[in-house]
């Protein structure tokens, strides 16, 4: 992540190149063959090589050279660090009609892995299509990529993949490996996943000094017409039941001059306690100062004597609901809910019981069968950069968002779910095949929880992080979501910085905050950039939109049983708009607006509504 001259994180990176032929086109985005195009539509989302170490992480890559010429391109690349160093030249080029991508790698230093290779992402858009495999035998499999969020690997065993029928087929063949796909809108991701090497061989493996990884995909597509021209974007706004409540996570930094805030954001605060870690007693403390009403989650090992201890601490505070996972599986699975149930009821305490995933949507979508029936609600998070760190990845998530939070419901059969803490990168990692850091003092002097299995980003400074939370909340709030959660409270996943100092992110999770109470208006996005949610109360409406175009829009709001409104919202930008029944008078509270400093909002021109809409 880069920085303006102002010192700000700069939430998109420059403009990628584009490299042209053939009637293809590709943006090149770092190393990431991006937004492979026939014609003007989307083919592959992206074509990127990868070099995973032994726990899963990625390898950082540098693109030492790149070459767009009008017959190639080319790049040379190192994947260096994590034990790791693989060079590659990455070459794409025309055979025909066709686009072929090779990539030539060779592999510097012994090192145990889990991926090397090609990996292919399809857009989301491909939800429903037919598609016809051909496996390594030479056989035929005939299905259509899933439309709900596939918990297994919808297709195996791949040599070569026709994605959808007739003319607008479109034809994948691979070579150097067998290739099988997954479904990444599991993670957020925006994507499937065509990737090689089997899951079902073991990993990690051993990967030699002097070894090459040579792998082709060849991708032959119509040069298909441009897409019709986009009608002006419109959101339709409909009741949806009760507005959720609004929690953050306590912080998991270490202590510091972190002064408490007047007015505590949100109606409640999550903490974590791993009662695998001796911090868990000082982790519950920090969490209760701010006064608000706790949901805890436990993890646990099934030890029923730390449940018990935990259970009894937890007599003296205010808690509304207690979750208990498995440290390995990461989900409520029985023993973990029936201990926990145990522990309460000899401390005679009668708090609900949830049950869920404390990692992605993944393990509630493959493992939701292991947590009780008698369970009170579903838990889950979810976290827009699990594969990839780039603002393009954080900004499609949002799609991906409603698609977990429609899903989640329609799993949770009546019962009330809960999601958050949503967060930048992932708190922890559910995936690895080593023991993880772990704190050994029992006080915060170096945090706990994600500050030792997580990481931070520099975006969680960025003003567009507001609007983007604000696209959060209008994704995940759909009917049957009682409950949302981003962040934490400070530090450097925070609301507030280790001084204390608020946030852009602060003021949108506020206003989000003050919605509950009221009925919920929600409602789709026209493209997965422009967003709003609203809230009805006897006051009036009160609708929360946000646009993360990188340019500004024109937006219609409709529905929720008024006449329609007119706004434009700047890139990156976010609005508050305020109606009362009574009068077909709108009041516009603009936030999250540019400020200069002295603080005065700047010139109008650049971030108000066009009066005309007025």
């Known amino acids: 992540m880069t920085h303006s001259g102002s010192g700000a994180p700069v939430w998109w990176c420059e403009t990628a190149p584009t490299w042209r032929a053939g009637g293809w086109t590709i943006a090149l985005r770092g190393d990431e063959l991006a937004d492979i195009r026939s014609g003007d539509v989307v083919i592959l989302r992206a074509v990127r090589a990868v070099v995973r170490d032994a726990g899963w992480n990625t390898v950082p890559v540098s693109v030492i050279d790149a070459n767009l010429g009008a017959e190639s391109l080319v790049l040379q690349l190192r994947h260096e660090g994590l034990g790791a160093a693989v060079t590659s030249r990455l070459t794409v080029d025309l055979q025909g009609d066709a686009l072929r991508i090779d990539w030539d790698a060779e592999n510097l230093r012994d090192f145990d892995t889990c991926r090397v290779g090609l990996v292919v992402l399809h857009p989301p858009s491909d939800a429903g299509r037919a598609v016809t495999a051909t496996h390594s035998d030479g056989s035929l499999e005939r299905t259509a990529l899933p439309d709900a969020i596939s918990p297994h690997q919808p297709i195996m065993d791949i040599c070569a993949l026709q994605v959808g029928d007739g003319d607008a087929a479109t034809m994948l063949r691979f070579d150097g490996d067998v290739f099988e796909m997954e479904d990444q809108r599991n993670w957020s991701d925006a994507s499937f996943k065509t990737y090689s090497r089997p899951l079902a061989l073991p990993y990690p493996y051993a990967l030699r000094a002097g070894e090459r990884v040579h792998q082709v995909i060849t991708l032959d597509a119509p040069l298909l017409p441009p897409a019709a021209q986009k009608r002006r974007a419109e959101i339709s706004l409909v009741e949806g039941g009760a507005f959720p409540l609004v929690g953050v996570e306590a912080s998991t930094a270490p202590d510091g001059p972190n002064p408490q805030p007047s007015s505590p954001v949100g109606d409640f605060r999550i903490v974590e306690l791993n009662l695998t870690t ?36 937890l007599a003296d505070h205010r808690v509304i609901a207690i979750t208990a996972f498995d440290s390995i599986l990461h989900v409520s699975e029985c023993s973990a809910v029936e201990g926990l149930r145990t522990a309460l009821s000899a401390a005679g305490l009668a708090i609900p019981i949830r049950g869920g995933a404390r990692s992605h949507f993944t393990e509630l979508n493959r493992e939701h069968r292991r947590i009780p029936d008698d369970v009170e609600g579903i838990t889950i998070t979810t976290t827009p950069l699990f594969h990839s760190l780039d603002t393009e990845q954080l900004v499609e ?29 992932p708190r922890f990692n559910n995936v690895a095949t080593t023991p993880q850091s ?72 506020t206003k989000v905050a003050a919605l509950a109470g009221r009925t919920l208006l929600w409602g789709g996005s026209p ?22 175009d990188r340019t500004s829009r024109p937006l219609r709001l409709t529905g929720a049983d008024t006449s329609p409104l007119e706004v434009n919202v700047g890139a990156g930008e976010w609005l508050r708009l305020h109606r009362a029944h009574s009068s077909t008078r709108l009041s516009r509270q603009w936030t999250g607006a540019p400020r200069v400093p002295d603080g005065t909002a700047r010139d109008a021109r650049s971030h108000h509504p066009d009066p005309r809409s007025i």
């Open 438 to 509: 772990a704190p050994t003092l029992t006080d915060l002097s170096q945090g706990y929880g994600a500050q030792f299995t997580g990481a931070d980003d520099e975006r969680q400074d960025a003003r567009e992080l507001a609007a983007w939370t604000i696209a959060s909340a209008a994704a995940l709030a759909v009917p049957g979501v009682a409950s949302l959660a981003w962040f934490e409270t400070w530090g450097p996943r925070g609301l507030r910085d280790a001084s204390g100092m608020p946030r852009p992110v602060a003021d949108a999770i």
């Open 397 to 425: 998530a949002l799609a991906m968002q409603r698609l977990i939070a429609t899903q989640t419901v329609e799993m949770a059969a009546g019962l009330p779910v809960h999601i958050g803490p949503v967060t930048l990168r």
């Open 278 to 313: 001796p911090t868990w007693r000082a982790a519950l403390a920090r969490a209760a100062a701010d006064g608000l009403h706790l949901d805890v989650r436990l993890v646990t090992d099934a030890d029923p004597a730390p449940l018990a201890e935990a259970a009894r601490a």
């Open 527 to 548: 493209d997965g950039l422009l967003w709003a949610i609203g809230a009805r109360g006897e006051d009036g409406d009160i609708i929360l939109v946000a646009n993360l």
